[in-house]
């Protein structure tokens, strides 16, 4: 069986006439932090190269600066000098030499910079920067221009088969095209035609010094999401302007950062915005890269074979996973580690202004730390536990040689992921599910379900290693009546124990309150597409500039919930960076009701007894939610102490606190290797 034979259209070539791209799949930009880190484009070299050997079509990088004004942050990474060149050689020639294509992405922050150098087409401040830019004149525009096609003739000295310029997602280019970032009265500014006069102006000079067999994709924003942003007609008038100016290749852009629709996470359905796509794909006639959430073969397949798109963009999938494309042309999909868009480890990262990677898969921008060679000598390894942190720990342990026993006192593997498979928006999870679950079967991994670890069993088995991964289980309140039936644990909730009340109090507001109110409120008809979009209010018929309806279309739940807090201000304030919003906004659309600076007093058998500023309440309830946080399960550590049992603890089991998957798998794939 021939590897086209699995996904014919994926792995389908697309000629551009000069040049002939291997498959359908691009690897879209992403920063990664990588860029400002020590000896970092030799970290890039090796990050790039791994995933060009498994036959990536193209690879796009992250965002360059074309000038100072440009960065991100400050010192960020920029290409605008031949001193430059050289190290992004380094990238060009690992990527070559695995038979692979790389473009550099061109990207200009504008208003969304994070220093006081920032610029934009007038002065508006963005909401996500606190940095109010400074009105570009009309010698600073021009300057600008020359900066964008300077740096692609640099990247073009570097090695770079061509660049992506980043139109879209409300960076500089967007912030010129769109009546809601360009106030101004000059020839830049009012009309559609002087407003997409910036970006023209970069093509088509890009194209004269670069020459006709250099690729030039535009990231061109289709949906803009946001108030004032541009109409359907525009963005056709746009990119059929953009065509004539000579770009081989269209890229989906999708909302600017400060829009309040969500785009990338998790809850997004897979391919939620490929109807753009396909819309302006019937326009033109230059190829179309459609984009966001697509992160399985199957998925892209279908796009492809229906005929939304050309070519499909896939960015955070490679970060979970550098052989999704070869293990697709195999045959092996079912050995994909997935992405599972929860943005914990990668953009969360990036936003605070760390080195990004990802939670499933944390070899991801650190491949230089990790060896892939096996353990010359091959240990009996035992694993207790088998939630993400002792998966992650058996799988890595038997795939470098060693041989390993996995205990699971339940009757599946999971641990806290299991309960989190069964939110609303988080399905996603069971794809890590099912990966963990092939590669024990891969790896030989002996696997005892329904067995509780004990001191004989450890003992009978003379184990080199022996690994504690039990996890967490909830934290009692320590509230007065909480042995009451009204009152139920978060796990026996989500594991479908007990059925849902129809006035529920939930006490804790962290990210399993969070996700314990968003399985309350939740309907079916939001997590399809077209029940997404309508729910927060995407215009899907584009009567609106920006394609944003006025007020979002959220149906109505049928529970009536409430979240309990102890400490006083915003809810929900230490969820993730960026995708907090969402859940946030989520439940406010779905009018849960939020009360902070709670004194609990007791649990009634028919409701909550509290106060709020000395002031005692009552509010009558069917039923109670626990998620008062978790503590550690470590009953077997002072036995394996007593008699003196080497042992090492990780996950949830070393440190309860916020569930923290992230740290938990990292802390089983590190400690494999120590072995």
Same mark, same amino acid.
């Given at each position: 069986?021939t590897?086209?034979?699995?996904?014919?259209?994926?792995?389908?070539?697309?000629?551009?006439?000069?040049?002939?791209?291997?498959?359908?799949?691009i690897?879209?930009?992403?920063?990664?932090?990588?860029?400002?880190?020590?000896n970092g484009?030799e970290k890039m070299? /090796?990050f790039y190269?791994?995933?060009?050997?498994?036959e990536v079509g193209?690879?796009?990088?992250?965002?360059?600066a074309p000038?100072?004004e440009?960065?991100?942050?400050?010192?960020?990474?920029k290409l605008t000098?031949r001193r430059?060149?050289k190290?992004?050689?380094?990238i060009?020639?690992?990527?070559h030499?695995?038979?692979g294509?790389i473009?550099l992405?061109?990207?200009h922050?504008?208003?969304y910079?994070?220093?006081?150098?920032n610029v934009?087409p007038s002065?508006? *401040?963005a909401?996500i920067s606190?940095f109010?830019p400074r009105a570009?004149?009309n010698?600073?525009?021009?300057r600008?221009i020359k900066?964008?096609?300077?740096?692609?003739?640099?990247a !073009?000295e570097?090695?770079?088969?061509?660049v992506?310029?980043?139109g879209s997602e409300?960076y500089?280019?967007?912030?010129?095209?769109?009546?809601r970032t360009n106030?101004?009265?000059d020839?830049?500014?009012?009309?559609?035609e002087n407003?997409?006069?910036f970006?023209?102006?970069?093509?088509?000079?890009i194209? *004269?010094e670069?020459g006709d067999e250099f690729?030039?994709?535009?990231?061109?924003?289709?949906?803009d999401? /946001?108030?004032?942003?541009?109409?359907w007609?525009?963005?056709?008038l746009?990119a059929?302007?953009l065509?004539?100016? %000579?770009v081989n290749l269209?890229n989906t852009?999708?909302?600017?950062?400060e829009?309040?629709?969500?785009?990338?996470?998790?809850s997004v359905?897979?391919g939620?915005?490929?109807?753009i796509s396909?819309r302006? !794909?019937k326009e033109?006639?230059?190829?179309?890269i459609?984009?966001n959430?697509?992160?399985?073969?199957?998925?892209?397949?279908d796009i492809?074979?229906?005929?939304q798109?050309?070519m499909?963009?896939?960015?955070?999938p490679?970060?979970a996973?550098p052989?999704i494309?070869?293990?697709s042309?195999q %045959?092996?999909?079912?050995?994909?580690?997935?992405?599972?868009a929860?943005?914990?480890?990668?953009l969360?990262h990036?936003?605070?202004?760390?080195?990004?990677t990802?939670?499933v898969n944390?070899?991801?921008c650190r491949?230089?730390?990790?060896s892939?060679?096996k353990h010359?000598?091959?240990k009996s390894?035992?694993?207790?536990?088998?939630g993400?942190?002792?998966?992650?720990c058996a799988?890595?342990a038997a795939?470098?040689g060693?041989? /390993?026993?996995l205990?699971?006192?339940?009757?599946a593997i999971g641990?806290?992921?299991?309960?989190a498979?069964?939110?609303?928006g988080k399905?996603e999870?069971?794809?890590?599910?099912?990966?963990f679950n092939t590669?024990?079967?891969k790896? @030989?991994?002996n696997?005892?379900l329904?067995?509780r670890?004990?001191?004989?069993?450890? !003992?009978?088995g003379?184990?080199?290693e022996?690994?504690?991964s039990?996890?967490?289980?909830?934290?009692?309140?320590?509230i007065?009546?909480e042995?009451?039936?009204i009152?139920?644990?978060y796990e026996?909730?989500?594991?479908?124990?007990?059925?849902p009340?129809?006035k529920?109090?939930?006490?804790?507001a %962290?990210?399993i309150?969070?996700?314990v109110?968003?399985?309350?409120?939740?309907?079916?008809?939001?997590?399809d597409?077209?029940?997404?979009l309508q729910?927060?209010?995407?215009?899907v018929?584009y009567?609106?500039r920006?394609a944003?309806n006025p007020?979002?279309?959220?149906?109505s739940?049928?529970?009536e919930?409430y979240?309990?807090?102890?400490?006083e201000g915003?809810?929900?304030s230490?969820?993730?960076?960026t995708?907090g919003?969402?859940?946030r906004s989520?439940?406010k659309?779905? !009018?849960?009701?939020?009360?902070s600076?709670?004194?609990?007093?007791?649990?009634?058998?028919?409701?909550?007894?509290?106060?709020?500023n000395g *002031?005692?309440?009552?509010?009558e309830l069917?039923?109670?939610?626990?998620c008062?946080?978790q503590?550690s399960v470590?009953e077997?550590?002072?036995?394996l102490?007593s @008699?003196s049992?080497?042992?090492r603890?990780i996950g949830?089991?070393k440190f309860a606190?916020?569930?923290?998957?992230?740290r938990?798998?990292?802390?089983g794939i590190?400690?494999?290797?120590?072995f």
């Open positions: 069986m590897k086209n034979s699995h996904f014919p259209h994926l792995f389908q070539p697309l000629d551009l006439g000069f040049v002939q791209l291997k498959n359908r799949v690897m879209g930009s992403m920063h990664t932090g990588l860029e400002e880190s020590d484009f070299a /090796v190269a791994e995933r060009a050997k498994h193209l690879i796009v990088t992250g965002g360059v000038n100072r440009g960065w991100l942050t400050p010192f960020g990474i000098n430059e060149v190290h992004h050689q380094l060009t020639k690992a990527v030499d695995e038979d294509k473009c992405q061109i990207l922050a504008g208003r910079a994070y220093h006081p150098f934009a002065s508006i *401040k909401p606190k109010k570009l004149n010698y600073g525009i021009r600008t900066s964008f096609v300077n740096c692609a003739k640099l !073009k570097g090695g770079y088969d061509g992506e310029v980043m409300g500089l280019i967007n912030q010129f095209i769109a009546p106030k101004r009265s020839e830049w500014g009012g009309s559609f407003r997409v006069k970006p023209l102006e970069i093509v088509n000079g194209r *004269k670069c690729i030039i994709i535009f990231r061109l924003s289709m949906l999401l /946001v108030e004032e942003g541009s109409t007609e525009e963005v056709v746009l059929k302007a065509e004539k100016a %000579g269209i852009g999708i909302g600017w950062h829009a309040r629709v969500p785009t990338i996470a998790t359905p897979r939620a915005y490929t109807w396909e302006l !794909k033109i006639s230059v190829p179309i459609t984009t959430r697509i992160n399985m073969p199957q998925v892209a397949e492809l074979s229906s005929g798109a050309d499909i963009s896939m960015a955070r490679f970060l996973d052989e494309l070869s293990k042309s %045959g092996r999909a079912n050995e994909i580690n997935t992405c599972i929860c943005n914990q480890a990668c969360d990036i936003f605070k202004q760390k080195t990004a990802c939670l944390p070899r991801a491949e230089t730390e990790f892939e060679e010359p000598t091959s390894v035992l694993v207790i536990g088998a993400p942190a002792g998966l992650s799988i890595e795939k470098n060693h041989r /390993v026993t205990v699971e006192a339940s009757d641990g806290q992921f299991k309960l498979q069964e939110i609303p399905e999870f069971r794809e890590t599910l099912r990966y590669m024990l079967l790896y @030989n991994v696997v005892q329904s067995t670890a004990t001191l004989e069993l450890i !003992k009978a003379k184990y080199d022996i690994v504690l039990t996890g967490v289980k909830g934290r009692k309140t320590g007065q009546g042995e009451l039936p009152a139920v644990a026996r909730l989500l594991s479908g124990q007990v059925k009340g129809t529920v109090g939930i006490i804790g %962290g990210g309150g969070f996700d109110a968003t399985y309350l409120s939740a309907t079916p008809k939001e997590h597409v077209n029940g997404f729910s927060w209010g995407v215009d018929d009567k609106q920006g944003l007020s979002p279309e959220m149906q739940s049928e529970r919930v979240m309990f807090q102890r400490k915003k809810l929900g230490r969820l993730g960076k995708t919003w969402i859940h989520y439940l659309l779905k !009018k849960v009701n939020m009360i600076g709670v004194q609990y007093e007791s649990i009634a058998e028919n409701g909550l007894h509290y106060s709020i *002031k005692s309440e009552f509010l069917d039923q109670i939610v626990i008062a946080g503590k470590i077997l550590v002072s036995e102490e @008699n049992i080497d042992h603890i949830g089991a606190g916020e569930l923290d998957a992230q938990a798998i990292r802390e590190e400690l494999a290797y120590s």
